[in-house]
């Protein structure tokens, strides 16, 4: 009596591991959503929101431009009230602006109209939308994990680390459509997997109007679809002859009811054109590649580096670092029979640090100088970045041995339908399109599932005759990931990411600048004035705004203003200044940059000589 048998104390070990995991997800859907609704109104108001705002509003930057040189000198309120509905422009007007942007899909921003509409136009508004979608994505997720594992623990798991994901928190915290994306990405995802297991057609009318929906929200969608097709395509043997037939007049369907947007593309190829402008600049390779590595960091953790570091380069090294150890862990693999071992990898794994060093002295012997990179903060950044690389790497590995081909395959798809093409237009178009982390969520969301994967196999399935050792690695392993999301979110509470804003990351030192000077003026070309837009939400009312072109008459504002300051200026209007011999030009604040592709903000002050 009182005493417990070996199979009851199991039991009762197994009742608390299981309270212990339902108060863990429950936790951490909690900080979720305190991390998404946290501070929406006091993160940086950067240029894509004030576009987001302006034509929500209904108005195109040509109608702005246009307004304010007919004004001349106006007021700060008057570059607000660009950002602000009002009666007199309809959501007919939001219409008309958004066909002037062709190369965004539009429902997001009808959406946004009727809320802020319902509402107002502060910035947490407006961004609240945002916020709201982003829960959406939890049942969203657990769906497409249902749906390719048949599974509720890979399910929960993949909920857990989207919850406390430093880089889908920062995008729920954004006026713009990428919360909404993510939800029909996971739509369209989850009902085509179950549309190819099912013989009717109601799971194809589902894939049909999320497709739509997906379409309708981002244009990369197209991508994803595309994709799908390929899946199903190499998979053909593994499906009926009837399940191509529905998928192909499914994409018939699909693509008639996107087909009134695809017209106005095809009618406005000239106003594509010139509004992705910026995703044509230089191609490097080396940026690219760094930025995909960063891109499947980002799922998992956003830990600070020192401000005298340079991402880039660090993640080139990171690259280089993981590619050796890469070759360390096949090399292992096939000397022992292609067979894998978690130990052995935990064994070989401090021959990493070898490959550092040698990284480090023969490839960026700068690097050593710096003495900056040897920075606490950064040694531990970089540190928990390659922990983060190297599980993401065996996860897909992993996935891909443990997992039926079904299975993998789209996953594969998944995160490899933006990246291709985009890296293809980037080689033909020597641009950078590819390396934009947003446009990479499909990629996010395949990595995130195929390491949800891999706890859930090593954590839960086969308990009685897994090693203890091997399940308590993995727990720390998961401990430790979940960590670095919430620890990443913490830091990001009360600022924006840089890699998200870095264009208008330095808004606020900026205007403190401009707010501390009696009568500022500022100048601003037509290519910086949504940069201004973005700007104005922290100016004081005291400051005054002009609109210019480069051979306006500077010397003619220096009796009405006592201080003068020219926004990103270009550099022709640099040259053109620079040969007055009467102005003199004097750097207000110029931010740091990573690489010579950065769009940064610069201030420049005009005084007499």
Same mark, same amino acid.
């Given at each position: 009596?009182?005493?417990?048998?070996?199979?009851?104390?199991?039991?009762?070990?197994?009742?608390?591991?299981?309270?212990?995991?339902?108060?863990?997800?429950?936790?951490?859907?909690?900080?979720?959503?305190?991390?998404?609704?946290?501070?929406?109104?006091?993160?940086?108001?950067?240029?894509?929101?004030?576009?987001?705002?302006?034509?929500?509003?209904?108005?195109?930057?040509?109608?702005?431009?246009?307004?304010?040189?007919?004004?001349?000198?106006?007021?700060?309120?008057?570059?607000?009230?660009?950002?602000?509905?009002?009666?007199?422009?309809?959501?007919?007007?939001?219409?008309?602006?958004?066909?002037?942007?062709?190369?965004?899909?539009?429902?997001?921003?009808?959406?946004?109209?009727?809320?802020?509409?319902?509402?107002?136009?502060?910035?947490?508004?407006?961004?609240?939308?945002?916020?709201?979608?982003?829960?959406?994505?939890?049942?969203?997720?657990?769906?497409?994990?249902?749906?390719?594992?048949?599974? %509720?623990?890979? =399910?929960? /798991?993949?909920?857990?680390?989207? !919850?406390?994901?430093?880089? +889908? #928190? $920062?995008? &729920? *915290?954004?006026?713009?459509?990428?919360?909404?994306?993510?939800?029909?990405?996971?739509?369209?995802?989850?009902?085509?997997?179950?549309?190819?297991?099912?013989?009717?057609?109601?799971?194809?009318?589902? %894939?049909?109007? =999320?497709? /739509?929906?997906?379409?309708?929200? !981002?244009?990369?969608?197209? +991508? #994803? $679809?595309? &994709? *799908?097709?390929?899946?199903?395509?190499?998979?053909?043997?593994?499906?009926?002859?009837?399940?191509?037939?529905?998928?192909?007049?499914?994409?018939?369907?699909?693509?008639?009811?996107?087909?009134?947007?695809?017209?106005?593309?095809?009618?406005?190829?000239?106003?594509?054109?010139?509004?992705?402008?910026?995703?044509?600049?230089?191609?490097?390779?080396?940026?690219?590649?760094?930025?995909?590595?960063?891109?499947?960091?980002?799922?998992?953790?956003?830990?600070?580096?020192?401000?005298?570091?340079?991402?880039?380069?660090?993640?080139?090294?990171?690259?280089?670092?993981?590619?050796?150890?890469?070759?360390?862990?096949?090399?292992?693999?096939?000397?022992?029979?292609?067979?894998?071992?978690?130990?052995?990898?935990?064994?070989?794994?401090?021959?990493?640090?070898?490959?550092?060093?040698?990284?480090?002295?023969?490839?960026?012997?700068?690097?050593?100088?710096?003495?900056?990179?040897?920075?606490?903060?950064?040694?531990?950044?970089?540190?928990?970045?390659?922990?983060?690389?190297?599980?993401?790497?065996?996860?897909?590995?992993?996935?891909?041995?443990?997992?039926?081909?079904?299975?993998?395959?789209?996953?594969?798809?998944?995160?490899?339908?933006?990246?291709?093409?985009?890296?293809?237009?980037?080689?033909?178009?020597?641009?950078?399109?590819?390396?934009?982390?947003?446009?990479?969520?499909?990629?996010?969301?395949?990595?995130?599932?195929?390491?949800?994967?891999?706890?859930?196999?090593?954590?839960?399935?086969?308990?009685?005759?897994?090693?203890?050792?091997?399940?308590?690695?993995?727990?720390?392993?998961?401990?430790?990931?979940?960590?670095?999301?919430?620890?990443?979110?913490?830091?990001?509470?009360?600022?924006?990411?840089?890699?998200?804003?870095?264009?208008?990351?330095?808004?606020?030192?900026?205007?403190?600048?401009?707010?501390?000077?009696?009568?500022?003026?500022?100048?601003?070309?037509?290519?910086?004035?949504?940069?201004?837009?973005?700007?104005?939400?922290?100016?004081?009312?005291?400051?005054?705004?002009?609109?210019?072109?480069?051979?306006?008459?500077?010397?003619?504002?220096?009796?009405?203003?006592?201080?003068?300051?020219?926004?990103?200026?270009?550099?022709?209007?640099?040259?053109?200044?620079?040969?007055?011999?009467?102005?003199?030009?004097?750097?207000?604040?110029?931010?740091?940059?990573?690489?010579?592709?950065?769009?940064?903000?610069?201030?420049?002050?005009?005084?007499?000589?």
């Amino acid at each position: 009596m009182g005493l417990l048998t070996k199979s009851d104390r199991f039991g009762n070990r197994h009742h608390f591991y299981q309270f212990s995991l339902i108060f863990l997800i429950t936790v951490l859907l909690g900080l979720g959503v305190f991390f998404r609704f946290a501070n929406l109104e006091t993160k940086v108001f950067w240029v894509d929101e004030a576009a987001t705002i302006t034509r929500v509003a209904g108005y195109t930057q040509a109608e702005i431009i246009d307004d304010l040189i007919s004004q001349d000198i106006v007021d700060i309120d008057t570059l607000l009230s660009y950002q602000r509905i009002t009666p007199e422009r309809t959501i007919q007007d939001t219409f008309n602006a958004l066909l002037k942007s062709p190369e965004h899909a539009p429902l997001y921003f009808i959406l946004t109209r009727i809320l802020v509409q319902l509402t107002s136009s502060s910035i947490a508004n407006i961004r609240i939308l945002s916020a709201i979608f982003s829960l959406l994505i939890f049942p969203c997720l657990y769906w497409l994990a249902r749906e390719l594992f048949a599974s %509720y623990t890979v =399910s929960w /798991i993949a909920v857990s680390l989207m !919850s406390v994901s430093p880089f +889908f #928190v $920062a995008y &729920a *915290q954004e006026a713009r459509p990428y919360s909404l994306w993510t939800i029909g990405l996971l739509l369209m995802s989850a009902s085509f997997l179950k549309a190819l297991r099912s013989n009717s057609w109601q799971p194809w009318i589902g %894939y049909i109007f =999320s497709t /739509i929906f997906a379409f309708y929200t !981002s244009l990369f969608s197209i +991508f #994803v $679809a595309i &994709a *799908q097709g390929v899946y199903l395509l190499l998979l053909r043997k593994n499906f009926k002859f009837q399940v191509m037939k529905k998928y192909l007049l499914a994409m018939v369907i699909i693509i008639l009811a996107f087909s009134p947007w695809l017209i106005v593309i095809f009618n406005s190829t000239h106003l594509v054109h010139e509004n992705t402008t910026w995703m044509r600049n230089y191609f490097d390779f080396a940026t690219v590649i760094a930025v995909w590595i960063g891109s499947i960091l980002l799922i998992f953790g956003d830990l600070p580096l020192d401000p005298n570091t340079n991402p880039i380069q660090i993640g080139i090294i990171l690259v280089g670092s993981l590619f050796l150890f890469s070759s360390l862990f096949l090399i292992v693999s096939l000397w022992n029979k292609f067979s894998i071992n978690t130990h052995k990898i935990i064994s070989y794994s401090g021959v990493f640090c070898f490959f550092i060093v040698s990284i480090l002295i023969f490839n960026y012997p700068s690097i050593l100088v710096n003495h900056d990179y040897f920075n606490p903060v950064v040694i531990i950044g970089t540190i928990v970045a390659l922990f983060i690389l190297m599980l993401s790497a065996y996860s897909s590995y992993y996935l891909k041995n443990k997992s039926n081909t079904n299975t993998w395959m789209f996953i594969a798809s998944l995160i490899l339908a933006i990246p291709i093409p985009l890296f293809i237009l980037d080689l033909i178009n020597q641009g950078l399109s590819s390396a934009t982390p947003r446009y990479l969520m499909p990629s996010k969301i395949g990595i995130q599932l195929a390491v949800a994967y891999t706890f859930n196999k090593y954590l839960f399935l086969h308990y009685d005759f897994q090693s203890i050792k091997t399940k308590t690695f993995w727990r720390a392993i998961a401990l430790l990931l979940l960590t670095v999301g919430i620890v990443s979110c913490t830091l990001n509470l009360n600022k924006s990411p840089i890699y998200q804003k870095n264009r208008n990351i330095h808004n606020i030192p900026i205007a403190q600048i401009i707010n501390q000077q009696d009568s500022p003026l500022i100048f601003a070309e037509a290519d910086s004035l949504m940069d201004m837009l973005s700007l104005s939400h922290y100016l004081s009312a005291q400051v005054k705004f002009k609109l210019i072109n480069p051979a306006e008459n500077y010397l003619s504002y220096t009796n009405q203003f006592e201080n003068i300051f020219i926004l990103r200026p270009s550099r022709q209007l640099k040259q053109y200044l620079q040969a007055d011999q009467n102005i003199k030009l004097e750097s207000a604040y110029i931010p740091e940059i990573f690489s010579l592709n950065d769009i940064f903000i610069e201030l420049l002050a005009i005084d007499l000589k």
